[in-house]
């Protein structure tokens, strides 16, 4: 107030609140406006978001590389099964900070990635949490201390999907032994790959476009596959194959093999690959 006791003091001098408006300020201002309008247009989170939850800068920036990790992991969840049918998920994050980490960003993004398919609304660290409501998703959350973190600050993220049919997942090699849809990531050279689908153990990019196919544990399989790619001018981009050394048996051996094309293969020639005798399962995935 004009009139405050303080404005009348010798040894007092009062001035007003000018420091936002220099010239350097507004341009610092617009330069950080700007940036944050882009990154959200992006879908890039923002530390100092209106009514998101308050994340340290620092934290922000020591989990957002593994923003694509989260996402990319929970769409992949998703486009394993029915997604009516992924209601009851846990994510576990392995960590160099173990209990300490601050796991907020990550499952923003992980529920983004499971809800943004089905959904007309862009997911963010805004409305993550009301997007899962309405997706009526319960999602748990546990915190691991990693030792092989190799001085990153995240080691890697699993979701499982928990007490789901088996006729809700088109592709069954992603149950564990327990019948939990489980996967497992990391990063590694600021790309996203998959090292678990279910009991199987496997590295593969979630990048492009890719087949996973389920068949026997023989030779001649990536031979057979391999060849009816070839001829219906898909080129092969890379190839992982690994055994299921959980369920398999001497009997009836199980393999999976993950195989990055350039192009999406037709409806006929996903028969041909099908209809190999030794086949089991073969889906189409993208991430372009």
């Not at 308050?54 to 992949?76: D, H, K, Q, T």
């Not at 992924?86 to 209990?99: C, F, L, M, N, P």
């Not at 026997?216 to 596959?225: K, L, Y």
């Amino acid at each position: 107030p004009h009139d405050h006791p303080l404005l009348h003091l010798p040894q007092v001098i009062c001035t007003p609140h000018l420091g936002s408006s220099t010239k350097e300020a507004q341009e610092t201002v617009s330069v950080e406006i700007a940036e944050a309008v882009i990154n959200g247009l992006n879908g890039i989170p923002s530390a100092t978001a209106i009514n998101a939850p308050i994340l340290p800068e620092n934290v922000v920036a020591e989990l957002m590389p593994y923003v694509s990790l989260a996402e990319r992991l929970g769409r992949f969840v998703v486009e394993l099964m029915d997604e009516s049918h992924a209601k009851d998920i846990h994510v576990e994050y392995t960590s160099r900070q173990g209990e300490d980490l601050d796991p907020r960003l990550l499952r923003a993004m992980v529920i983004k990635g499971m809800v943004e398919l089905s959904s007309a609304a862009t997911v963010n660290l805004v409305n993550c949490e009301v997007a899962s409501q309405k997706q009526k998703l319960e999602i748990t959350e546990s915190k691991m201390f990693g030792r092989g973190c190799d001085g990153n600050t995240l080691e890697s993220i699993a979701i499982e999907v928990r007490s789901v049919a088996d006729d809700s997942c088109p592709f069954c090699p992603a149950f564990t032994k327990g019948g939990f849809i489980r996967v497992r990531g990391v990063l590694k050279d600021d790309i996203p790959w998959i090292t678990h689908i279910g009991d199987y153990t496997l590295s593969l990019p979630l990048q492009g476009e890719f087949l996973l196919i389920r068949n026997m544990d023989m030779p001649g399989q990536i031979g057979s596959i391999g060849t009816i790619l070839a001829r219906q001018q898909i080129n092969i981009t890379f190839m992982a194959c690994t055994r299921n050394l959980v369920k398999s048996s001497e009997e009836d051996p199980m393999a999976l093999m993950a195989i990055g094309v350039d192009s999406r293969p037709s409806n006929d020639t996903m028969k041909l690959l099908k209809s190999v005798g030794t086949t089991k399962e073969v889906v189409y995935f993208s991430f372009s």
